[in-house]
């Protein structure tokens, strides 16, 4: 069996105490991420969902900062392409979604921002992914989340030469 850090770091996680967009408590979180690492059909991923639970639409729940950090963990991990993708759109959703009022009326106006420091941890994960041929997501992400402007200036405009000149030799 495959070491997983993605869930290694959900076992830190006093996943009850978390509220979840399912009305219910974090509790089943670990055990849909786990099933959303190995899905291997979109029936498997359909179930895997993290909508609905980390967030509905743009509107995040507790839950997703922790989320998060697994998310950036399991970029270092072994998953088909598809779930690779799939990972990165979830976390797109979390740094770019905005608290829920039921978190806003809980005490949590910015898990956003929450979402974006627990990204921020796993920075360079983010811009090896950058480096790779998922470059339009990742520069996404890093947009929202490295607060070191000229670092992202600097790399983005090096990345985009690079993909200039590979496209000139094809």
Same mark, same amino acid.
């Given at each position: 069996?495959?070491?997983?850090?993605?869930?290694?770091?959900?076992?830190?996680?006093? *996943?009850? @105490?978390?509220?979840?967009?399912?009305?219910?408590?974090?509790?089943?979180i670990?055990?849909? =991420?786990?099933?959303?690492?190995?899905?291997?059909t $979109?029936?498997?991923?359909?179930?895997a969902?993290?909508?609905?639970?980390?967030?509905?639409? @743009?509107?995040? =729940?507790?839950?997703?900062? $922790? /989320?998060?950090?697994m998310? /950036?963990?399991?970029?270092?991990?072994?998953?088909?392409?598809?779930?690779?993708v799939?990972?990165?759109?979830?976390?797109?959703?979390?740094?770019?979604?905005?608290?829920? *009022?039921?978190?806003?009326?809980?005490?949590? $106006?910015?898990?956003?921002?929450?979402?974006?420091?627990?990204?921020?941890?796993?920075? *360079?994960?983010?811009?090896?992914?950058?480096?790779?041929?998922?470059?339009?997501?990742?520069?996404?992400i890093?947009?929202?989340?490295? $607060?070191?402007?000229?670092?992202?200036?600097? =790399?983005?405009?090096?990345?985009?030469?690079? /993909?200039?000149?590979?496209?000139?030799?094809?």
């Amino acid at each position: 069996m495959t070491v997983r850090p993605s869930l290694i770091q959900a076992e830190r996680v006093d *996943w009850a @105490s978390l509220r979840c967009g399912c009305g219910k408590t974090g509790a089943h979180i670990p055990e849909t =991420f786990a099933g959303l690492l190995t899905a291997d059909t $979109p029936q498997e991923m359909a179930a895997a969902s993290l909508e609905g639970h980390v967030y509905i639409q @743009s509107l995040l =729940f507790e839950v997703a900062v $922790p /989320v998060t950090s697994m998310i /950036v963990a399991a970029l270092n991990e072994e998953t088909s392409e598809a779930v690779h993708v799939r990972l990165l759109d979830e976390l797109i959703s979390c740094i770019g979604g905005e608290s829920h *009022w039921t978190e806003v009326e809980a005490g949590a $106006p910015e898990l956003e921002i929450d979402c974006q420091i627990a990204a921020r941890e796993g920075i *360079w994960t983010l811009y090896q992914e950058y480096a790779t041929g998922r470059a339009s997501m990742a520069r996404m992400i890093l947009d929202a989340v490295d $607060p070191d402007r000229e670092r992202f200036e600097y =790399f983005d405009a090096k990345l985009i030469d690079r /993909v200039r000149k590979r496209a000139k030799r094809r």
